[in-house]
């Protein structure tokens, strides 16, 4: 279970996380992942800022938010992805992209920063007050499938919408279960237009038909989640792996590299700031 900082000490704080511990049991259910829950990380990160009363809310809100790990933006090394534009990313810092409830898609091989941008913007987004919930695509598709099972998808559903921002992490690294698209499309669906969203993937949209398992529901996916996009195509070797690269086979390495779309994937970026003046969406 999630362990009560020291310092939530006044009834206040106490309410707040009872609410964060509530919320947060219920993903909890699907995976254990409270156990690894960052609250040192946490504590780091508000260590020398703010008010005692707003690190509260950000501690509180940032347990809510269910983040792998707590991740800056000045902790992200841009010279090690020299494909990746940083004043792309610093704008989408500015969070606009929230209020215009926009999707941000990071694509990427492995290991080339995708999940940290996310929880970094993540961050971002509960220091500037937004609700945000992170989970991995495998989680949030159990989480559904339970709750169809159960009769109550619909409460779920409500739940996800309830967040402006909602990070989808890991599309890609495993087949989604059959019926899983589905499932997901009916949140997409009703988010669609009323909440930003944040997606990572290792894959390109060209192969989403083969990632949830039925063309149909990917394109109608696609349709959604690319109006009113933001996509951001990391091209780079991998951080983990940059202290051994030359220990691992070329193959391994090529087999990395994601493979671009050829229908839906707006044109490949290297980098450079958008040729129309900023607007670097995929469409609308
Ligand atoms: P991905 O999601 O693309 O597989 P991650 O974001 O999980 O990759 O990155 C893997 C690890 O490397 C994480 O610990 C992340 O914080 C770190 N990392 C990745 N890219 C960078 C970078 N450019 N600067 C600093 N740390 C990075
Ligand atoms: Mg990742």
Redo the contacts with the bound molecule.
């Keep these: 279970m999630l362990l009560a900082p020291d310092d939530l000490g006044d009834t206040l704080s106490r309410q707040a996380e009872e609410i964060a511990v509530k919320i947060a049991g219920v993903a909890a259910a699907d995976v254990d992942r409270a156990a690894r829950f960052p609250v040192e990380a946490i504590d780091a990160l508000l260590a020398e800022e703010l008010t005692l009363r707003e690190n509260r809310r950000i501690k509180i809100a940032l347990m809510m938010a269910r983040l792998s ?1 707590i ?1 800056t933006l000045a ?4 010279s ?2 020299p494909s990746l534009d940083k004043n792309r990313v610093m704008a989408l810092a500015e969070l606009a992209f929230i209020d215009r409830n926009e999707v941000v898609h ?1 694509l ?10 996310s ?1 970094a913007l993540g961050v971002q987004a509960v220091k500037a007050g937004h609700s945000v919930y992170f989970t991995p695509l495998s989680d949030l598709v159990s989480a559904l499938a339970k709750a169809e099972r159960e009769g109550s998808l619909r409460e779920k559903i409500r739940f996800f919408c309830r967040f402006s921002l909602l990070i989808v ?2 599309i890609g690294y495993l087949p989604v279960v059959p019926g899983g698209g589905n499932l997901f499309f009916q949140l997409v669906n009703a988010r669609y237009e009323k909440g930003a969203m944040i997606l ?1 993937s ?1 894959r390109g949209f060209a192969e989403w038909g083969d990632v949830f398992g039925d063309p149909v529901v990917a394109t109608a996916l696609l349709d959604r989640l690319l109006h009113h996009a933001v996509v951001v195509q ?1 091209e780079g070797s ?3 792996l940059r202290e051994h690269a030359d220990l691992v086979p070329d193959n391994v390495r090529s087999n990395a590299v994601l493979r671009q779309s050829t229908a839906a994937a707006p044109p490949k970026r290297r980098g450079r700031s958008p040729q129309n003046g900023g607007a670097d969406h995929a469409s609308g």
Excluded: V
């Excluded at 902790?75 to 841009?78: A, C, K």
């Excluded at 990427?108 to 941008?117: M, V, Y």
């Design positions: 790990a991740k902790g992200f090394d841009f090690f992805q990071f990427g091989p492995p290991g080339t920063g995708k999940s940290h941008l929880l992490d890991e990572t290792n990391i991998s951080y983990r």
